[in-house]
């Protein structure tokens, strides 16, 4: 299992949706969250989106492997049955997830890689800026919950600076294929 985290505006999405089309033994999971659906959004594809009460009944029952309180109240989680889904294809599942869901899934899974993108504070307000999907208050609490999630970058096995973008795909793809080639022995942090 591979899990990837980092700041919002580090360009996550980004170098996920690059890598999953140049190494085809990997498949991103679909988070769960109880944020709105954005313009263009479809249930199952960039989210499963879940009312409060159903997240929480799921979280009751166990079905999840992480998940997190975001800002403004917003709930964000991987369902397990994601995992069986992706590893039932043959698949090694990789997980887009917030820093604190990927501390925690790297403490309780054995076996985990953590891959921590990152990037400056001031490219990662400009990408938030020019993104346009969070008002100027939520811009402001993402570049200070950034600051803190920088700081944690040395507690992931891997970073990786996204300030090129060719760059920061080549490097991405060259770990996770070594990782994932049967005599993997990149060494961890």
Do not use: C
């Not at 009312?51 to 997190?68: H, I, K, N, Q, S």
């Amino acid at each position: 299992m591979l899990v990837v985290t980092g700041p919002s505006g580090a360009g996550k999405g980004t170098l996920i949706h690059e890598l999953v089309e140049r190494q085809p033994a990997i498949e991103a999971t679909v988070s769960a969250t109880t944020r709105t659906r954005r313009r263009g959004e479809e249930d199952g594809r960039e989210y499963w989106f879940l009312t409060d009460a159903d997240f929480l009944e799921r979280v009751e029952a166990g079905e999840f492997l992480e998940y997190v309180e975001y800002v403004s109240g917003r709930r964000y989680g991987t369902l397990r049955s994601e995992l069986d889904r992706i590893s039932g294809r043959g698949r090694v599942p990789l997980l887009e997830l917030e820093t604190e869901g990927a501390l925690r899934v790297k403490h309780e899974v054995p076996g985990a890689v953590t891959i921590f993108i990152s990037a400056s504070v001031e490219e990662l307000e400009r990408r938030l800026r020019e993104r346009a999907t969070e008002s100027t208050g939520e811009i402001g609490e993402r570049i200070e919950l950034a600051r803190r999630q920088l700081e944690q970058a040395e507690e992931f096995d891997y970073v990786i600076e996204n300030d090129d973008l060719d760059r920061a795909v080549g490097e991405l793809t060259r770990l996770v294929t070594a990782l994932i080639s049967p005599a993997a022995t990149m060494p961890r942090r």
